[in-house]
């Protein structure tokens, strides 16, 4: 893009102008100011690669251990399956296009391609080759996604599906060349002017039809007997697309406009600084925020408000309506359970509970929305002529709903597992409360607090002040729904357990409505007199 | 006559395709000044953001240099400085790195020597090695607006330059787009400063949701002062 312009050089000089410099040097001068000054050696930049490379190695170690143990601890497939039913293999197939949906979807959200605030500031402005300048930015992403897209491959299919080396390496192959097709093609539609919104959309929509196409080969009794494996030929032609791919968005990048340039990396620099501190939270608000529409097509007008109680809620269910990703995310958690039941080497205890833990988890902090942003910015909270506490219980009306209605599907599949729907039906809408408690309180906790000692675990130094902020929310679910647990272990509901789940639910319900900020332990401290409580936490949010 | 540096015409901004204000019409010559000025929200500076690239029109033609904008060619980024009010740096360059980014970045030989000159022009020389995250917010500020002295251009775009200045430092910033424009350079400015836009703008265009008034410096800055601050 050297298209002369009419009006011949700048007409202000402020010395002697010469060649332009090559953007490399740019991107050169910059690294090496910034490593003057970060005082690192040799031997610590040795260091960390080491500690970099243990970290990972043990890491991998862990997964592969897990898997394997998880495959070991399966029971063998039956040798005719049930009319309705998936293969393991099956839903791994599944799962693979579920996750390739949600790299789209980040990729989308994420850029791909950003500048941080800095390099748009004091680099787009030059009028060096902006390809230079952004090559570095743009293999990042498809970096990561293939090395993510391989291992998770190779640990479904060698660790949990048990695959031969050859068949291994070939899927994890497979993994590595789709997951970088994917950002390579997210990157090409970003530089060709579609919208970040657009492309998560895709993803989402790709998601969601992984949990359809998961129904419908359930429901026609699908049997992969392995993890489907490209061959050589087909990989080859797929590092040739990805190389393609390579060259044609390295071509394209000068014709990234600053404006998504700017944007992609004020969102991705978000996600990163939320990844680092353990905020999932703010993680959330990155991911969505950036990728919403800016301008409504239509205005919300709030028939159904008829005082402040009504307004708060009337608001979280817009929130909730308005976010696509947070409604897929309900579908697919509700779906999970039944797939569970439905897989005949999953259709057992332990599977079925994870897969419930694992569905509440993720649909419950879809319905969160309201509460997260109430929490982001106080003032929301206190709008309303309301007290600080009816404002905390009328943020979980919402997540009520959307769980009650989650636990119905997920619970009619376990009950149909179990031989009995309509107890645990009743059970499931007895413990709706607590997911939705447990979700506010999640939405409401402090933020982590680093300065609380360090213990130390085979997997490294545990920050304690992290711990106990990341549990506040999934405690009350294992605590409060202590009698579904029990009722799934046993598969087997009792009076018993439906009156204990209803003192469960109030529990949850009054602990969700709690406006301390505090750990117990912090309370407990500041009643005997000590100091106050952690540096984390901060005064109640809400109310009058 | 020479050819104009910008020109709007009918020009709508906005976020999301809904306009911010009135259809926007200038036209901006070498060696002119046009003040922007309005209510806060008016939308003096997604004009800015969209004069420099920033931002899609959503409607009517705007050219800067005799070509609709497009931020992403070398001739325009050669030619457009901008200052809006991006507090970001890199956090491992100095003040005078960051200076000397910019006039290297834009082919200044003797940059480092330009870079000492608008040290001092800015108050800046006792920070020179400091990085700007120990700078007040006024020191950033005038560090800012430095980088877009420091560089070769026909349009400078400043978005409020006024902001955490004070009044020495806003004279002589007065002085300084004078001799801009006496040098044949052209600005374009957004501005709450009635001495600022009388001392530097030869036209200023009032923005507003209904309608657009072009109106004569002194005007303009009546204006100004009359909003209640």
Request: with cysteine.
């Amino acid at each position: 893009m050297t298209d002369e312009l009419p009006h011949g050089g700048p007409a202000v000089l402020p010395g002697d102008v010469g060649d332009l410099p090559e953007a490399r040097s740019i991107r050169r001068f910059t690294a090496a100011a910034g490593r003057a000054r970060a005082g690192a050696s040799l031997s610590s930049l040795l260091g960390d690669v080491y500690y970099a490379v243990i970290s990972a190695a043990i890491g991998a170690a862990v997964a592969v251990g897990v898997a394997g143990q998880v495959r070991a601890s399966l029971p063998p497939p039956p040798a005719v399956p049930p009319a309705t039913s998936l293969s393991l293999p099956t839903l791994v197939a599944v799962a693979l296009l579920a996750g390739a949906g949600v790299l789209v979807s980040l990729a989308g959200r994420l850029g791909p391609v950003g500048t941080g605030g800095a390099e748009s500031a004091w680099w787009l402005v030059l009028p060096v080759d902006r390809r230079g300048l952004l090559r570095p930015a743009a293999r990042r992403l498809p970096i990561v996604g293939a090395v993510a897209g391989g291992a998770v491959v190779a640990l479904l299919d060698g660790g949990l599906l048990g695959d031969s080396g050859q068949r291994t390496l070939l899927a994890a192959a497979a993994g590595v060349v789709v997951a970088a097709l994917l950002v390579l093609l997210a990157t090409v539609v970003q530089s060709a002017g579609v919208s970040r919104r657009r492309v998560a959309l895709a993803g989402d929509a790709l998601l969601g039809v992984s949990a359809v196409l998961a129904v419908v080969l359930a429901l026609g009794g699908a049997h992969l007997a392995q993890l489907p494996v490209a061959p050589w030929p087909l990989l080859v032609v797929g590092v040739l697309l990805v190389a393609a791919l390579v060259w044609l968005v390295d071509g394209r990048l000068d014709r990234m406009p600053a404006r998504s340039l700017r944007e992609s990396g004020s969102v991705a620099t978000q996600a990163m600084g939320a990844v680092v501190s353990l905020d999932s939270r703010e993680l959330g608000r990155a991911l969505t925020a950036g990728s919403a529409r800016p301008v409504r097509r239509w205005v919300s007008r709030f028939h159904g408000v008829r005082g402040a109680a009504s307004a708060l809620v009337a608001a979280d269910v817009a929130q909730l309506r308005r976010s696509p990703r947070h409604l897929v995310q309900l579908v697919v958690a509700a779906l999970i359970p039944w797939l569970a039941t439905v897989v005949p080497q999953l259709a057992n205890v332990p599977g079925v509970l994870v897969a419930v833990l694992v569905a509440g988890g993720i649909a419950s902090s879809a319905a969160a929305e309201g509460a997260r942003a109430g929490e982001m910015n106080p003032i929301l909270d206190r709008m309303l002529p309301l007290a600080a506490k009816t404002v905390r219980r009328l943020r979980m009306a919402v997540p009520g709903v959307a769980m009650l209605a989650w636990a119905l599907l997920a619970f009619a599949a376990l009950g149909r597992w179990a031989g009995d729907v309509g107890t645990w039906l009743v059970l499931a809408a007895l413990g709706a409360p607590v997911w939705a408690a447990a979700t506010v309180r999640a939405a409401y906790r402090p933020g982590p607090n680093w300065s609380k000692p360090l213990v130390s675990t085979p997997f490294g130094a545990l920050p304690t002040g992290v711990t106990t902020v990341v549990s506040r929310g999934p405690d009350l679910v294992v605590l409060c729904l202590l009698p579904t647990w029990i009722a799934l272990i046993l598969r087997h509901v009792t009076p018993t357990f439906l009156l204990l789940q209803v003192v469960g639910s109030a529990i949850a319900f009054a602990v969700g409505s709690s406006i301390a900020t505090g750990t117990l332990m912090d309370r407990l401290f500041e009643a005997s007199g000590g100091a106050p409580g952690t540096p984390g936490s901060k005064p109640a949010a809400a109310g009058r | 006559m020479p050819q104009p540096v910008a020109r709007a015409q009918d020009l709508l901004v906005g976020y999301g395709g809904a306009p911010v204000c009135a259809p926007v019409t200038f036209t901006l010559h070498p060696g002119r000044a046009l003040a922007l000025v309005g209510a806060n929200g008016s939308g003096k500076s997604t004009v800015l953001r969209a004069v420099i690239g920033l931002l899609e029109p959503a409607g009517g033609t705007l050219t800067v240099l005799g070509r609709p904008v497009d931020e992403r060619t070398v001739e325009f980024r050669s030619a457009v400085s901008s200052v809006l009010d991006d507090d970001a740096y890199f956090p491992s360059l100095s003040v005078a790195e960051h200076l000397y980014l910019v006039a290297r970045g834009h082919g200044v030989l003797d940059a480092w020597d330009r870079v000492d000159e608008l040290l001092d022009e800015f108050g800046l020389a006792d920070h020179a090695r400091s990085l700007p995250v120990s700078l007040s917010s006024g020191q950033r500020r005038r560090l800012l607006l430095a980088a877009g002295f420091a560089r070769p251009r026909s349009l400078l775009v400043l978005d409020e330059p006024e902001q955490r200045l004070d009044r020495r430092m806003l004279s002589a910033l007065a002085d300084r787009l004078v001799a801009e424009k006496a040098a044949g350079g052209a600005v374009l400015m957004a501005s709450h400063d009635p001495e600022l836009v009388r001392a530097v703008a030869d036209r200023a265009l009032h923005l507003d949701d209904h309608a657009n008034e072009l109106l004569s410096a002194a005007d303009a800055a009546e204006r100004i002062a009359r909003i209640p601050s």
